[in-house]
Antibody, heavy 122, light 107 residues
């Protein structure tokens, strides 16, 4: 069974940093592109970042470019999101999500974690 | 960025009704469109990919159609468990963008 479990969320002050993790199991993690998608409280979904299976291709939303860094450790079946210079508008539930097709960074998110809440407030 | 416009933003229908949601892209995205279902407090679930392909395990009362800029998502015979917010999402271009969502309620 495919499982994605996020962790690392919490309360942080504006300008602070946080590192999110996503532990994957039940599939060959190293074969799939992975993504972060966020959802502000009561709002819709916003794509944040994508990373290809071997980290060759990395993409960011303009809203986080230069502040967030996506990475992965295929040996540990883990995905990460390093978030720096956090702003109030980064407050959201952050989901990790798998790309549906092996070897492709296509944008079909077929499995999602339960999400981890990041709150940026003084 | 490609803007995705869903309508309506919410709807109320009776059990057994046919429900239709539309999604319009600000430019041609071919058939690179997904539909997701999100129940309160839960992660989104992929229902439809490539505009009209049903994800494995998804009930056949859900369907999608369209290409180019205009897309339709249909629930044939609405069930109580279908109460959720539905989102379209394009993957023709980066950034991936979602519609604002359609909240479906039971009348």
């Amino acid at each position: 069974e495919v499982q994605l479990v996020e962790s690392g969320g919490g309360l942080v002050k504006p300008g602070g940093s946080l590192r999110l993790s996503c532990a994957a199991s039940g599939f060959t993690f190293s074969s799939y592109s992975m993504n972060w998608v966020r959802q502000a409280p009561g709002k819709g979904l916003e794509w944040v970042s994508s990373i290809s299976s071997r980290s060759s291709y990395i993409y960011y939303a303009d809203s986080v470019k230069g502040r967030f860094t996506i990475s992965r450790d295929n040996a540990k079946n883990s995905l990460f999101l390093q978030m720096n210079s956090l702003r109030a508008e980064d407050t959201a539930v952050y989901y990790c999500a798998r790309d549906r097709l092996v070897g492709a960074t296509r944008g079909n998110f077929d499995y999602w974690g339960q999400g981890t809440l990041v709150t940026v407030s003084s | 960025d490609i803007q995705m416009t869903q309508s309506p933003s919410s709807l109320s229908a009776s059990v057994g009704d046919r429900v239709t949601i539309t999604c319009q892209a600000s430019q041609d995205i071919s058939n690179y469109l997904n539909w997701y279902q999100q129940k309160p407090g839960k992660a989104p679930k992929l229902l439809i990919y490539d505009a009209s392909n049903l994800e494995t395990g998804v009930p056949s009362r859900f369907s999608g159609s369209g290409s180019g800029t205009d897309f339709t998502f249909t629930i044939n015979s609405l069930q109580p468990e279908d109460i959720a917010t539905y989102y379209c999402q394009q993957y023709d271009n980066l950034p991936r963008t979602f519609g604002q969502g359609t909240k479906v309620e039971i009348k």
